[in-house]
């Protein structure tokens, strides 16, 4: 939040001059194009001399901030939103963030989605994090905001994605939908093709972007609120050589599962029991105790712990239907599905 400090001299043509002049100055630096304007007036006054200075005063003020920052007032989608305190005699700015939805794929089975700040200092940074702050020195999260923080000139951001995959989980295919939230930019409308083709040439190992538009802040629900079920390709190891006709009998089958919530995720997760839909889609036996597993599962099931069992969380398992103890070496998400899991 900036501000810009003036002197009170009344409710006239001169206070209003010389507080949009002040704020031009302090806003220069910053793009935008429409705002929106209120007022805070002395505690002193009746409810009544406020709206009367409000009803009177506020077109006054509308007027001479469009003039100095020659920007149109918006009141219903601005970009900057301005606050005149006459309790403090300041002007207050909030800028409003810019939002860009697109889609990732990640390449790293070493990068999480988004940052994951160290648990002891929360952040600030310790010698258990490296002074970093943080848990891992690399994500999607971060990655992208090494190029977009500057080309936009924003002081932070913030990454929304639909849904998670976990570190050591590539997600390939037409990759995962996100948001990227850019607090207090200077900058509005660079090209998004800057921003695309910046990461995928830097960032070319690890992951990638693409179908980048700007949108508004109701997209971030809508993304939180999608449950889409998606299509896994896990490299399967069996503690027992793999009976291929159990397996070619499982392939296409259609399962509903009970999963309790899994042992490694249990201290941070309630402890609940949940239903889960699948299809086992393909088995491809490769070795005689390896195989790839392609599976739909529904969104919310856990995977690794449908193939393993989960010392008999999940029920039931791909261990459980083989017959074989497995356990996921290597897991992928390779499409996000717009259509439910059977």
Do not use: W
């Not at 400090?5 to 429409?34: C, D, H, P, Q």
């Not at 800028?95 to 929360?122: A, D, M, N, W």
């Not at 093709?193 to 693409?210: C, G, P, T, Y």
């Amino acid at each position: 939040m900036q501000y810009a400090k003036y002197a009170f001299t009344g409710f006239n043509a001169e206070t209003v001059s010389l507080m949009a002049e002040n704020s031009a100055k302090i806003l220069k630096e910053f793009e935008f194009s429409r705002f929106m304007v209120g007022c805070t007036f002395q505690n002193a006054l009746s409810d009544e001399a406020r709206m009367l200075l409000k009803k009177e005063f506020q077109p006054v003020l509308v007027r001479g901030f469009e003039k100095a920052l020659n920007a149109k007032a918006d009141f219903e989608n601005p970009e900057l939103e301005i606050t005149v305190n006459f309790n403090q005699d300041l002007v207050f700015f909030h800028l409003r963030p810019v939002f860009i939805t697109g889609r990732y794929k990640k390449f790293s089975r070493e990068i999480t989605q988004t940052k994951h700040f160290c648990f002891k200092c929360l952040g600030k940074g310790c010698g258990f994090c490296g002074k970093t702050g943080l848990l891992t020195p690399e994500s999607v999260q971060s990655l992208v905001e090494k190029h977009a923080l500057p080309l936009f000139g924003a002081s932070s951001a913030k990454f929304h994605g639909a849904g998670r995959e976990d570190k050591d989980v590539r997600m390939l295919g037409n990759g995962r939908q996100f948001v990227l939230e850019l607090l207090e930019p200077k900058k509005r409308s660079p090209g998004l093709k800057h921003l695309r083709d910046a990461v995928n040439r830097e960032e070319a190992k690890k992951m990638e972007i693409s179908g980048l538009e700007f949108c508004q802040k109701e997209a971030v629900a809508r993304l939180k609120e999608s449950k889409n079920s998606k299509l896994y390709e896990a490299k399967v190891s069996c503690e027992q050589p793999i009976d291929s006709k159990k397996a070619k009998a499982l392939s296409g089958k259609s399962l509903e599962i009970v999963q309790r919530t899994p042992v490694r995720v249990s201290k941070r997760r309630a402890d609940l029991e949940r239903k889960r839909k699948a299809e086992i889609k393909s088995i491809e036996i490769t070795a005689k105790k390896e195989l790839k597993l392609q599976v739909i599962a529904e969104s919310g099931l856990y995977v690794k712990e449908f193939v393993s069992g989960d010392e008999g969380r999940t029920n039931p398992s791909f261990s459980s239907l083989l017959e074989n103890k497995c356990s996921c070496k290597e897991l992928d998400v390779m499409e996000i599905m717009e259509s439910p899991a059977p």
